[in-house]
C-alpha cells in the first residue's frame, strides 16, 4: 500500500501536510473497534444517542471558526461558504435531536385478533465513502441521522481532505460520543478500490454510502450487490436551471448565478445547464453574462472574495477540457474560457451560450464554474433539454405561474424540483437522484431510515 498522503493548499499550490497511510493491520483494528462500538452504540436508549447528537451540535458551532479555516485551506472554498456548511450541520444535528422519537418511534398496524408494528432499528457499522466538495456537510448529513439511528459511521473521506476527516473525528469525541463509533481511515487514493471492496465484503460492515462519481458508484454498487447489503448512492448531476418567458428575469439571474458559482461550481446538485425561453432569451443571458464577469475571484480569506480556486489542478484541467470541446463544437464563449495564470487552481466564471445536445458542456457533468446556456422554443421544448441527459438529481423552474412551472417540473425526471428557488438540500425533505445520479435517499425521516433494519412484529392475540 502507499505510504503516504500529502495535502495541497488550492490556493497556493504548497504542500499543507504529510498523514501516514493506515496499513491494512491497522484498518483491520480499527475495523474489529468500530464494529464493536457499533453493537454497543446500538443498546443504547434512543434519550442517550439524542442528547449525544444535541452536543454535537454545540461542539460544530464552538469549533466553526477552525473548521471553516481547515476547509478553505484544503480545498479553497471561501470562508463564509466553508462556515455555512458547518452551521447546516449544527442545524441537522438539532433536527435529529429534536425529531428521532418520532421518525424511529414503532408504528401500529391494525389486524384483527394481531397486534402489529414496524419498528426501525439500527443495523451496525456503516462505510462512508465521501467526496471533498463539502468536507464537513457531505459527512454530517450522512453520519447524524446514521448515529442517531444507532449506527456506527466508518469513513473512508477523499485524500485531500484528510486534516478535516480527523477533525471530524475528534468532534463526535468531544461531544461524548464513544470512541471508535466514528472512524476516519486514512486510505490513499491508488489503494482506495481495493480497500473498498474488501470492506464491503466484510460481514461486519453492515452497508455502505458514496457520494462521487459514477464510476465510483457503479464499483460501490456492484460490491454492495454482491455482498447483499443495503447501500445509498449520491453520484453525478447536470441540474437544468429553466426560465420560462413569463419569469421575472432579474430575480432568476441573480438565483442563476449563485447557482451555478458557489462553491465554485463544485456541486453535483448546483445547476449547470441553463435553459432559457426564447422570447427572454437574450436578456437573461446578457444580465447573466454582465454579472458573471462581476465575480470576484481571489483569496478564498479575503472577505471581498466571491469565488475562491477549484480545489486541485486535475479538476481544473479537466474543466479546460469541456470547455475547449465545446467551443471546438460550436458552443460560443461569452464569458471566461481559461485559467487564470497565477500561483493555484483558479479558472475563470465561464459561460457558454449556444448549447445543446451533443456537445460536451451539455452532456457531461461539469465540476466547476462552466454555465451552459441553451435556449427553449417552448415548454415543450424546455423539457426535451432538460431530459437530455443520463442524470437526475434536481431541477429549478422559473416561472410566474406555479402551475405551468409545475407542469413543466413534472415532465423532467430528478429527483426533486424546485419552483422558483435554487436547489438545495434541507434535513427536513429527502435528497437523492433518479436514473445515473444514483439511489436512495439521506435527509428526512427517509433518510433516517435508510440504514434501519424495518422489522415486522406480529403478536397473535391469546398467545
Same mark, same amino acid.
Given at each position: 500500500m502507499t505510504n503516504q498522503i500529502t495535502t495541497v493548499c488550492p490556493t497556493s499550490g504548497k504542500h499543507l501536510r504529510t498523514y501516514d497511510a493506515w496499513s491494512a493491520e491497522q484498518i483491520e483494528l480499527a475495523l474489529a473497534k468500530g464494529h464493536c462500538a457499533a453493537l454497543t452504540w446500538g443498546k443504547q436508549p434512543l434519550e442517550v444517542r439524542v442528547a449525544a447528537v444535541r452536543r454535537l451540535a454545540d461542539e460544530l458551532r464552538r469549533h466553526s471558526a477552525q473548521l471553516a479555516a481547515l476547509v478553505t485551506a484544503e480545498m479553497g472554498k471561501i470562508l463564509p461558504e466553508a462556515a455555512g456548511e458547518i452551521e447546516k450541520s449544527a442545524v441537522t444535528a438539532t433536527y435529529y435531536a429534536d425529531n428521532a422519537h418520532k421518525i424511529l418511534a414503532n408504528e401500529q398496524v391494525s389486524i384483527d385478533g394481531v397486534d402489529a408494528w414496524v419498528g426501525y432499528e439500527p443495523i451496525g457499522l456503516v462505510l462512508a465513502v465521501m467526496p471533498w466538495n463539502f468536507p464537513v456537510w457531505q459527512v454530517m448529513r450522512f453520519a447524524i441521522p446514521a448515529i442517531t439511528a444507532g449506527n456506527g459511521v466508518f469513513l473512508k473521506h477523499s485524500p485531500n481532505v484528510t486534516g478535516c476527516a480527523l477533525a471530524l473525528e475528534s468532534l463526535f469525541v468531544a461531544a461524548g460520543l464513544p470512541e471508535n463509533l466514528v472512524t476516519t %481511515?486514512?486510505?490513499?487514493?491508488?489503494?482506495?478500490?481495493?480497500?473498498?471492496? #474488501? *470492506?464491503?465484503?466484510?460481514? #461486519?460492515?453492515?452497508?455502505?454510502t458514496l457520494t462521487g462519481s459514477n464510476r465510483a458508484g457503479a464499483a460501490v454498487g456492484a460490491a454492495a450487490?454482491?455482498?447483499?447489503?443495503?447501500?445509498? *448512492?449520491?453520484?453525478?448531476?447536470?441540474? !437544468? @436551471?429553466?426560465?420560462?418567458?413569463?419569469?421575472?428575469?432579474? /430575480?432568476?439571474? !441573480?438565483?442563476?448565478?449563485?447557482?451555478? @458559482?458557489?462553491?465554485?461550481?463544485?456541486?453535483?446538485?448546483?445547476?449547470? #445547464?441553463?435553459?432559457?425561453?426564447?422570447?427572454?432569451? /437574450?436578456? @437573461? /443571458?446578457?444580465? @447573466?453574462?454582465?454579472?458573471?464577469?462581476?465575480?470576484?475571484?481571489?483569496?478564498? %480569506?479575503d472577505s471581498a472574495t466571491r469565488m475562491g480556486p477549484l480545489a486541485r489542478a486535475d479538476l481544473r484541467d479537466a474543466l479546460d477540457r469541456q470547455v475547449q470541446a465545446s467551443v471546438d463544437a460550436g458552443a460560443v464563449l461569452l464569458a471566461g474560457g481559461k485559467a487564470i495564470n497565477g500561483e493555484g487552481y483558479f479558472y475563470e466564471p465561464t459561460v457558454l451560450g449556444n448549447m445543446a445536445p451533443g456537445m460536451t458542456a451539455f452532456d457531461q457533468e461539469t465540476f466547476g464554474p462552466l454555465a451552459a446556456v441553451a435556449v427553449a422554443k417552448d415548454d415543450d421544448d424546455a423539457i426535451r433539454l432538460a431530459n437530455a441527459t443520463p442524470f437526475g438529481l434536481s431541477v429549478s423552474i422559473w416561472s410566474s405561474s406555479t402551475e405551468r412551472a409545475l407542469n413543466v417540473a413534472k415532465g423532467v425526471a430528478t429527483g426533486a424540483a424546485f419552483i422558483n428557488a435554487m436547489t438545495a438540500s434541507d434535513a427536513r425533505i429527502p435528497f437523492g437522484g433518479t436514473k445515473k445520479s444514483g439511489y436512495g435517499r439521506e435527509l428526512s425521516a427517509v433518510g433516517m431510515r435508510e440504514f434501519t433494519n424495518i422489522r415486522t412484529y406480529w403478536v397473535a392475540s391469546g398467545a
Open positions: %481511515l486514512v486510505v490513499a487514493e491508488p489503494d482506495v478500490p481495493e480497500v473498498i471492496e #474488501r *470492506l464491503i465484503a466484510d460481514e #461486519r460492515i453492515a452497508g455502505v450487490g454482491r455482498a447483499s447489503k443495503r447501500s445509498v *448512492l449520491e453520484l453525478g448531476g447536470s441540474d !437544468a @436551471f429553466v426560465v420560462l418567458d413569463d419569469a421575472d428575469v432579474p /430575480t432568476a439571474v !441573480a438565483a442563476a448565478v449563485k447557482a451555478r @458559482f458557489n462553491n465554485a461550481g463544485q456541486s453535483c446538485v448546483c445547476a449547470k #445547464r441553463f435553459i432559457v425561453s426564447e422570447r427572454i432569451a /437574450t436578456a @437573461f /443571458t446578457a444580465q @447573466f453574462v454582465e454579472a458573471v464577469k462581476a465575480i470576484k475571484v481571489g483569496d478564498p %480569506l
